[in-house]
C-alpha cells in the first residue's frame, strides 16, 4: 500500500476583512499551479485513464489537466482530526469526519447522529429504488504517516454517540453492493461522504461521492491499493439519503456538484439530505507539455487583472510555476480559454464519469459583491447561514463562487469551461441545472415568479450568444432550471426572468465580441485579448 504524507491546516474563524486577504491568497495558488510528480497520485487507479501513463515531463517542462479530480487519498477515506479527543475547551483543531452508515450505530440521536441512512439505484425508466447493502469487503486501518499532530480513524469511541454539538462522528468510506446497478468491474460502489469542519463555523462543508469500483481480491480487508475506479453504467441512477440532524444547518451558501438530471431535498425531517440523479460524463482537458517559464506568455494581463491579481506578482514572470492538476474546484474558468492559446491548445483525452455534490465554504458565499447577497440579508439577516442554491454541471471547470447577480439586468451569470471537442473529435456537448429556494426566486423576480419563463443567454467565448426560453420547474420548495445542448469551449450562461411566454429564438444574436493588440516594450512583443484590451503597464501598443 502506498503511503502518503498529509499536512493539514486547521480552519480558522476569519473577519470580512480576512475573507478577502484569504481569497488572494487561495488565488495566487491556484493560478500558477500545473503539473506535479506522477508518484504523488500513485494510489490513483481509473481503469479508462490512467494518468500515470501519461508521458514524463522534461525538467523546466509543465502541463495542465483540466476536470480530473484524484478519486482515491487517503486523506479522503478516513477520517482523521488534528488532536484526536475533540472537546469544546480545545478550539485548535481541525477534523474530517467519513460518515458511517447509520447501522454502526448502537442508538441514533436525533440531534448529533450524522451518518449514511441508505444508498440506492434504480434503472433509467423505472421508479422502484432498489437498496444497497455493505459489502462484506471494507477498507481496513490506515497506514498513513500524518503531520501537525493529526490523528487518522475513528472519532467516535465504541460506536456510540458523542453529541458534543461541534462535529460529525466518522470512520472510513464504506462500500456498498447494488444489486441491480452492475458496471464493467461488478456491482460494488465505494460511498464517501465527508464532513469537514473545524472550531470556526465558517469551515463546515459536505462532499458526497459515490465511485463503481473493482476489488483486486475478495479478501474481507481490504486496502486502497487494491481498488480500482471505473465507469458507471449509462442507464442507472443513484441516490443516497444522509441523516444530518442540527449538522445540516452548517450547510450553507451553494451546493456544486456533477450529477445529470439531479433531485436535491433538504426538507426532510430530522435533518435529511437526499440527493439522486444520473452520474456526469465530464471532459478532461490536456495540454501538452509546455516550457514552465513560457506559460505566463499564454495569460492575459487583462485577464489576470479582471480576476483581482496582481500582473507581476500572481499572474505573470515572477511566479514560479509548481504543481497539481486543475480540477473544477481548483481553478476559475477562464484559465482553460487562457491555454488554448498555447501550442497544440486543450484537448480531450478522456471523458470520465462522476457522482459528486459537495458544498461552499461559508467565507465564500460571505464574500459575494453586496447585491448577491442583498435578498439574502432581507429575508435572514446580513450574513445568514442558509441554504443559497445549487449548480450541477459536466464542464471540466465551472465557478465554485455562486452565480453572480446582476441587480440592473435582474439575471443570473455563471462561467464555465470545457474543451470543444471530445476525444473523438465530436462536440463535448453541456448541460447546466441551477436550483433556487423558491423564497430567494420572488425576492429576486417577484412573487409571479412560479409562472414565469426563464430566458437564457448563452455567450460563447467568441462574443456570439443564442437565446432560448425554457420553463422553470419547482421541486421540493426550490426553482429548477435545465439547460442542455450547447457547446463549449468556455461559454457564459445568463438566465433572467421573463413575464410573459416568448418563442424560442435559435438564430444566433451578435453581440460584442473580444479583440487581440499586440504590445511591445523593446524587443518583447506580448499579444493581449479582451473586450477592451489595453497594454500592460511598459508596453505600447503596435
Known sequence: MSTLKVEFKGVLEISMEGIVMLRKAILAAIICSLSISQSAFAEDKRSLWDM????????????AIFGYSPATSISDNYSFSQDGLISRGNQNWSFKSVLMPCSAFKEIDRNYTACIEKVSSRKIGTTTWTNGVLSNSQLGESNAILKG???????IYDGTVRPDGIRTDGDRATIWTLKDANHQGGSNYLVRANYVGGAAPNGNRLSLEIFPISMGSNEKVLNEDSITIGEFPSDVEYQVKLRLG?????????????LTSPVIDRNGPEGYLEVAGLPARVPVGITQPLIASEVKNYLDPTWCTELGYEWDKNCGPTQAIIGVPYTAGQAPPGLLEQLEKAPGGVTTISTLSYWKIETSYFYTTAQNPSESQKCVSELYGVNARVFQGAVLSNASLFQTSSP???????????KLASPHLDEINKPNIGFYTLYLPLELAKCRWGSAVTNAKAEVQIVNS??????????????????RFNISGF?????????????????????????KGKSTITCIKGKLTKKVTGL?????AGYKKK
Open 52 to 63: 500515470s501513463k501519461l508521458a514524463s515531463l522534461s525538467s523546466g517542462q509543465t502541463r
Open 149 to 155: 499532530g493529526i490523528v487518522p480513524g475513528k472519532i
Open 246 to 258: 442540527v449538522f445540516i444547518k452548517t450547510l450553507t451558501g451553494w451546493f456544486f456538484g456533477r
Open 404 to 414: 453572480t447577480w446582476n441587480e440592473i439586468n435582474q439575471s443570473f451569470t455563471f
Open 462 to 479: 467568441a462574443g456570439i450568444s443564442t437565446v432560448t426560453t425554457i420553463a422553470a420547474t419547482i421541486e421540493n420548495g426550490m426553482l
Open 487 to 511: 457547446g463549449y469551449s468556455s461559454p457564459t450562461i445568463v438566465i433572467r426572468m421573463k413575464s410573459e411566454v416568448s418563442q424560442v429564438r435559435s438564430e444566433p444574436v451578435v453581440v
Open 532 to 536: 477592451a484590451p489595453k497594454c500592460p
